[in-house]
């Protein structure tokens, strides 16, 4: 479910952009308590993995609504995995790597992002790098500055990649480019399973969220008309949720005055089923957890 991107570069730089905007509105919009739980879970799926991963590993510091993984890194550094943080110096180059222990002098780097207060740098074995979008092909949007594309580039000792983010902004496709570097895995706070060489793997299995009501899969002219009652019910602060599904469905959303469900939850059981996109799904589930009391 989702309109046609474009394949041209000047085209999809274009199309990445709306898209990168949209996102980044939309997880800034998830209430602190919802994007806490999921990045939680992301971290229990991301621990184990990281536990045989080839360390130095790479972790990243939070920034606009990224899932925050401090508390892992001081779990593993109290397992005496040796842990960094990547250093941008300057837009265009390569990013660099410094080791991080609790406690650490920290410093400002670019865009004010706290990196390690030490000139000694390391070379990772395992980097996570944080998505603001992913495909199922494991294909990273990121802010567009090309910090990890040319990083992947340039390091001469390969690393495993492993990209982590949240399920409900997995895409169609980010329509890669010759630049574009696949991640070796992708980890959400629903699977772990996204791995590079095994891109088709079973679609996720909804049928425990199966009701009476089922009625077949939505189209997205048939989603886009039954979230219409949702923008009365949805906070203003929270409407970029209900925008970017709009956005991913390729239609503009109706602001005519559609009178609220009575009761939401019963309302967006009904929907939520019939939506076979997962990230459309996972986008829905979290919506309706943002209109629960």
Known sequence: MTAATPTQWPLVKAWRKEARQKILAARTALPPTLRQGMTAALMERLHPLLREAEAPISFYWPFRGEPDLRPLMRVLAAENIELALPVGKKLGEPLTFRPWTPGCDMTRGI????????????????????????????????????????????????????????????????????????MWRIVTERSAGLVLGDRNASPVCYAGEGNTT?????????????????????????????DFVHWRLGILPDHDHVPAPKDVDAYLATIIPRVRDDGLHFALKAIRATLMP
Request: charged letters at 20%.
């Open 214 to 242: 089922y009625a077949g899969d939505l189209d997205p002219e048939e989603l886009a008309s039954a979230l219409r009652p949702l923008r009365e019910a949805m906070p203003p602060e929270k409407a970029p949720l209900l």
């Open 111 to 182: 865009w004010d992002i706290p990196i390690p207060a030490t000139d000694l740098e390391i070379l990772p074995r395992t980097i996570l790098a944080p998505l603001v979008g992913f495909d199922a092909e494991l294909y990273r949007l990121g802010y567009g500055g090309g910090f990890f594309d040319r990083t992947l580039a340039s390091i001469t000792q390969p690393a495993d990649v492993i990209g982590v983010g949240y399920a409900m902004f997995q895409l169609p496709s980010i329509r890669p480019q010759s630049h574009d570097i696949a």
